[in-house]
């Protein structure tokens, strides 16, 4: 049977960063750099300039995970876009990225399908294991997997919004899942979701149950409160859920595989929290050195968090051919994946 292995990795982030003190100076943020650290190991995020959305920073990852593959644009079979900040309501970022790389002129107008994934923290898992699927049934050769993220254009970047705004930064990250006959690649994508807590983390903007779906003000324009607009979370819920899913999740992922914990060399955690994958690694006992991280740098890309460090890590020369390693995510949905893959 046929395999599919990820053939190429790419990054990109905006060149903008915003450290913890710039919260405090740029946005007059009541907070400080020693709570934000303590508390999630974040040091530094990145924010993408006005008039660029999460399509055009996944056309820069995607363009490195294309020449890391030895491929062109016309190459793919489908683009899987996973993200929580697209440029519309509709339609998503996959078909907006699709003519960015030139897929509808000329000789490379191969339309080729393009599918938005909505689950959050955990999209480029649950992309991936699409993406696999659609590659280990014959029906694709090549599939662009993309998580990308604008979180700063709806951010409340005021005191009143500091529990979430503090963790959030923008970024890009892709992978190219091909078809190999190789004995690798991608041996199992494990996926769950837990709907009972969808409002326990999330970002309402409209409710299309009410009617109109926006309140409107006298003028018919709609008006839109902050607690809708911007995300919300219980954090402490959130965390205490990430715990038990990824490191359940990593097991399954194992287990599954024929695998055991000590088996894999490098765990890839979704960077939403360094004391969240601190506390996990701690709970299975896995070593420091095999669980890379990024969030300091980065705070936490939703869907590009994993992507992102799979590439960084490919660039650094950490990841090698023949290495066995792990992927787990955890968000909301609540929503949550692991993956194992033979490098
Ligand atoms: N700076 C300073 N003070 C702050 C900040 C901030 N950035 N944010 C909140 N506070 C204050 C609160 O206002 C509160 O003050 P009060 O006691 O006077 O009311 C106090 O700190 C404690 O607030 P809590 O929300 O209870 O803080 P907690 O210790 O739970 O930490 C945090 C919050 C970091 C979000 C934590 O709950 C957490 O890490 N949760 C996991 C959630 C997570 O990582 N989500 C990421 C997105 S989801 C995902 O990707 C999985």
Not at 3 to 9: D, K, L
Not at 22 to 36: M, V
Not at 136 to 164: F, I, Q, Y
Not at 271 to 300: C, F, M, S, T, W
């Amino acid at each position: 049977m046929t395999n599919a292995c990820i053939s190429g990795t790419g990054f990109y982030v905006p060149p903008r960063v915003v450290t913890n003190d710039d919260l405090i100076k740029t946005y007059g943020i009541e907070t400080s750099d020693a709570w934000i650290q303590q508390r999630t190991g974040i040091e530094a995020r990145r924010y993408a300039e006005a008039g660029i959305g999460s399509a055009e920073l996944g056309e820069h990852a995607a363009r490195a995970a294309l020449a890391q593959a030895g491929l062109e644009p016309v190459d793919l079979d489908l683009i899987v876009f996973a993200t929580l900040s697209p440029e519309f309501a509709f339609p998503g970022s996959g078909v907006i990225l699709q003519d960015r790389l030139g897929l509808n002129s000329g000789a490379n107008a191969k339309h080729v399908p393009a599918l938005d994934v909505r689950n959050q923290c955990s999209g480029f898992l649950y992309s991936l294991a699409t993406a696999n699927a659609m590659v280990r049934s014959g029906a694709c050769k090549h599939v662009l997997v993309v998580g990308a993220e604008t979180h700063s254009a709806a951010l409340d970047l005021s005191t009143r919004g500091r529990t979430v705004s503090s963790l959030f930064g923008d970024g890009a990250g892709a992978v190219i899942v091909s078809a190999t006959d190789d004995d690798k690649g991608i041996r199992g994508v494990h996926l769950g979701a837990d709907g009972s807590q969808a409002e326990t983390l999330c970002q309402r903007v409209w409710d299309i149950r009410e009617r109109p779906f926006i309140p409107l003000d006298d003028e018919g324009y709609g008006r839109v409160s902050p607690e809708f607009m911007y995300a919300h979370m219980d954090g402490r819920m959130v965390f205490k859920h990430a715990v038990a899913k990824m490191s359940g999740a990593l097991k399954t992922a194992c287990e599954a595989a024929d695998a055991t914990l000590d088996d894999v060399d490098l765990f890839f955690f979704h960077q939403a929290n360094l004391r969240i994958n601190q506390y996990v690694a701690e709970l299975l006992k896995l070593p420091a050195d095999k669980v890379p991280h990024n969030i300091e740098r980065y705070g936490n890309t939703t869907a590009a968090t994993l992507p992102i460090l799979l590439a960084e890590t490919v660039a650094e020369g950490r990841l090698k051919p023949g290495m066995k390693i792990a992927m787990v995510a955890f968000g909301s949905g609540f929503t949550w994946g692991s993956a194992l893959i033979d490098w």
